[in-house]
Structures are given as C-alpha cells and as structure tokens.
C-alpha cells in the first residue's frame, strides 16, 4: 500500500491555516516529497514523519510557493544525520535554481543527485516505482507527474511444477529479479511466477491551465491530485490570466481521464474555505475531496 500525507494545500503565499504546496509519499518505508513550498518541514514536524529517509523530491516548477522551503529542508535532513544520497528531479532549470537556493544550505553530509526530467519513464525507488512527466501549461516550465507502483505477480505453484523448477528455488526465484543457474540449468523468475497484477497509479498535476494532454496523462488514475486555485467560475479570467484551473474545470479532467478519486489542492490565499465551492467540482466528478494540510490516505493495491 501507498501511504499519503498532503502537507500543504496551499498556492501564491502561505496563510495562518494554510502551508505551501507539498504531498509526502511513503512506499515500502522509503519516501518521495513532491515539491517544497513555504512550511514544508514545519507540517512535517507536526505530521511527525521524520526528516532523515527522504529518497526523492520532485519539483514541478520554480516558483517560490512550491521550492521556497528546499533549502531549510535539505539543511534539517543534513542535521537529522543523513549521508545517503538523495535525488532531486525537476523541469530544465532546476539545476541552476537548486545550486541557487544552496547558498544558504552549501554544507550538506550528503550528496545530491539533479535530474531534469523528460516524459520518458525513469524507474525510481530501486525500480519498484515507475515516474513519468507531462509538460504543463504555465507561466515557467512546469511538469506534472505520475507514480506508478509496481505489484509483483503471485508465486504459481502449478507453473513452478510444469517448468519442473526444484522446490528449493522457489523461494529464491520469487525475490529476484536475475535468473538462477543451478546444476548447470538456467532457472527465470517468470518460471515460478503467474500474471502481472496491477499496480497503483498516482497522478500529481498542479499549476497548468486544462490541456488534452492530461487526460491521457492521468487516465485510470487511482488518485488523481490536482490545482483548484480558485473555486468560483466567476474567477475564470484570473485562471487564465494566471494560469491556473477552477474546481470545476479539475473536476471536468477527473471524470474525462476515468480516475478514481480527485484531491483538490493548491487553494488561492483569497479562497479562504474551499469547501464552499465544493459542488461545482462534484457535480461534475462526485468523488471529489477537498485538501487539508496533513491529510492522510492510503492507497491500496486492488485484489
């Protein structure tokens, strides 16, 4: 299972209720942070979800109210006594903009990995999760991502046997990712194992106005996190000159991509209760929630 912690639901300026843009994914004990906005390690601290096993942040652009807490960040880690590696993937420019913010967190005990990412697939988290990117429509280069974990097949007993597979393989056979030679035969995991199963899909779209891309991007999605910067269609012409999505304008991807469930987040700082504007995203998509800093979720792999 996917665990999810929305730290903060906010966009442009943090409010007394609202921290800045960010979503901490936990998976198998290990943890991917998607962007960094103003407050970040704060809602940690008060999620208590540690700081020292971050493995991946993804940027979706560098704009201050989704990087601005980088730097306090990657310090805290430091002193939380950190030396593994870490990666930070990003759009094109997010090599400059992260040696940049370093100025003020230069001395770290370990290393950082940039990568500017493609919309190619890039297998993360030792290959068990599967990123891709999808380029956005804002004012910088701004990415979308998705996340997809990987569930491996069932042992098949019956498959096992009619492959003639010694019993004392088995085991061996269902962990690894080689082949096995054992007396003098060659032994493949897809021997002993029966059909791939699928895995849990997890889209993350913020800061864009609505493009036919994204549907393809997030279709079947399990949990769809997307921008609702403003609530009322009335705001329209801010959106556009903006930049950004209306609830209802979500919600019309959400249903046209076939997802499961939308989380609505990155609330303007004028749009003081959200749930108010509930119903112009649920008439459209009904099972859509609206985002709270440290709100949790599990995501579960289907039977």
Known sequence: MVDLTLLGCGGGMPIPERFLSSLLINYKGKKILVDCGEGTQVSMKIASTGFKNIDIICITHIHGDHIIGL???LATIGNSGRVEPMKILGPQGITDAVNGLRVVAKYLPYDIEIIEVEKNNLEILEGEVLCSTIDLDHSSLCVGYNFY??????????RAKENKVPKILWNRLQKSKDSIIFEDKEYMTSMVMGKERRGIKLSFVTDTRPKEEIVNFIQDSDFFICEGTYGDELDIEKEIKNKHMTFKESATL???GNVKTLLLTHFSPAVLEP?????????????????????KFTLKFEE
Request: aromatic share 10%; glycine share 6%.
């Open 71 to 73: 730097p306090g960040l």
């Open 149 to 158: 974990f990987k569930r491996s097949p069932r042992f098949d007993m019956d």
């Open 254 to 256: 959400a249903k046209r």
């Open 275 to 295: 749930r108010e504007y509930l119903s112009n995203a649920t008439d459209v998509f009904k099972n859509t929630l609206i985002g709270e800093d440290r709100m």
